[in-house]
C-alpha cells in the first residue's frame, strides 16, 4: 500500500503521510532522528548552553519530513552525529555547524554516525491550511502539491512522496519497478 493517485485533495493529505509512513515502516526503511536545538539552563542563570534534544523520529523525503505518526515537517538542517573536524575558521556559519555536530557527537542521545535532523518546521495540514500554503505544501487547482524550492515548478504530493519512498529502498537499478 502506499500513495499512488495522481494528486489528492487538501483533505487528503494527512492521510497520505499517514499511508506512507505505514509504507516506509512496514518496508524497514531506516529512520532518523529528529531533534530541537535550544539552550539548557545553567545554575543561577549562569553557564547557559545550547543543546540538542531528540522529539521523535522521521524519514527524510527531500524537503519534507515525515514522522512515524504521519506527522509532516519541512526540513531544516541536518547534521550527524561524528566527531568535528579540526576548526579552520573559514566562515562563521561552518564554525557554527561544526560547533552543532559537536553537540550531537558528544550527547548519549545520539548513535556516532547518526543522522539528525534539527530546525524543522511541524505542517498543519488541515484543508484550510494546505489551502493557503503550509510550508512546502499548497492546493492548486484541488491538488496538493509540493514546492522543491521557491520558484520550482510544484509537483502533486503523492506522486511526489511515491517517488521519494522509492529511493529509499535498496535496489540494485536493474530490476525497479
Same mark, same amino acid.
Given at each position: 500500500?502506499?500513495?499512488? $493517485? ?9 492521510? $497520505? ?11 524497514? &526503511?531506516? #529512520? ?5 536545538? /535550544?539552550?539548557?539552563?545553567? &545554575?543561577?542563570? !549562569? ?7 531528540? !522529539? /521523535? ?5 527531500? @524537503? $519534507?519530513? &515525515?514522522?512515524? /505518526? ?28 561544526? #560547533? !552543532? ?14 543522522? @539528525? ?12 491550511? @494546505? ?9 492548486? +487547482? ?14 502533486? $504530493?503523492?506522486?511526489?512522496? #511515491? ?8 535496489? #540494485?537499478?536493474?530490476? +525497479? @519497478?
Amino acid at each position: 500500500m502506499g500513495p499512488t $493517485l495522481a494528486g489528492v485533495s487538501g483533505s487528503d493529505a494527512a492521510r $497520505l503521510f499517514a499511508e506512507t509512513a505505514s509504507w516506509l515502516s512496514g518496508h524497514g &526503511v531506516q #529512520d532518523e532522528v529528529l531533534a530541537e536545538l /535550544g539552550q539548557r539552563r545553567g &545554575v543561577l542563570g !549562569i553557564g547557559r548552553r545550547p543543546s540538542l534534544e531528540p !522529539i /521523535g523520529r522521521v524519514w527524510r523525503l527531500g @524537503v $519534507l519530513l &515525515v514522522g512515524s /505518526g504521519g506527522e509532516a515537517f519541512a526540513t531544516g538542517a541536518l547534521t550527524r552525529a561524528s566527531p568535528p573536524k579540526h576548526s579552520n575558521y573559514q566562515s562563521v556559519s561552518q564554525e557554527e555547524r561544526r #560547533d !552543532i555536530r559537536r553537540l550531537a557527537y558528544e550527547s548519549p542521545k545520539f548513535a556516532e554516525g547518526e543522522s @539528525v535532523n534539527y530546525g524543522a518546521s511541524a505542517l498543519d495540514l488541515s484543508v484550510e491550511a @494546505v489551502r493557503r500554503g503550509s510550508g512546502p505544501l499548497l492546493e492548486v +487547482d484541488g491538488v496538493v502539491t509540493v514546492e522543491w524550492a521557491p520558484g520550482q515548478h510544484r509537483v502533486p $504530493l503523492a506522486s511526489y512522496l #511515491d517517488e521519494r519512498r522509492r529511493l529509499l529502498l535498496p535496489h #540494485d537499478g536493474w530490476s +525497479d @519497478v
